[in-house]
C-alpha cells in the first residue's frame, strides 16, 4: 500500500467503534513495522485484533500488543480465539492512520 495516505476506504469491526475484541492470536516471527502506524511484535506474542482493513489492503489489520496498537499483516497472525462473529463494514477515518 501507498504508506503516505489511507490504507484502505472501509474496515470491518465487531462494533460501531470498533472498540470491542475481533479475535486474538499469536505471532507467527516477529515484525518491525516501516512507520509509527504499525505495532511492532516477537514471534509468539499474543496480538489482539479490533479491526480489519478491507478493499485495497486486505492484508493488513490494527490491534494490540501490550499498550501499543497499530496495523500489521493479517498472515502474520495465527487466530486461537474468536470474540465476535459480527463483522459491521464501516468507512475509515484519517484518524486510523494517524501515529500518536
Known amino acids: ?20 475484541l475481533m479475535c486474538r492470536g499469536k505471532a507467527v516471527r516477529d515484525f518491525k513495522g516501516p512507520d509509527c502506524r504499525f505495532v511492532n511484535f516477537k514471534k509468539g506474542e499474543a496480538v489482539y485484533v479490533y479491526y480489519k482493513l478491507i478493499g485495497e489492503s486486505t492484508e493488513l489489520w490494527a490491534g494490540s500488543v501490550g499498550s501499543d496498537f497499530g496495523y500489521f499483516p493479517k498472515d502474520l497472525l495465527e487466530i486461537n480465539h474468536n470474540y465476535s462473529n459480527e463483522e459491521l463494514e464501516l468507512p475509515t477515518d484519517e484518524t486510523d492512520f494517524v501515529c500518536f
Do not use: Y
Not at 484502505?8 to 467503534?17: M, W
Open 1 to 20: 500500500p501507498d504508506l503516505g495516505r489511507r490504507f484502505a476506504e472501509r474496515k470491518r469491526c465487531a462494533d460501531l467503534e470498533c472498540s470491542m
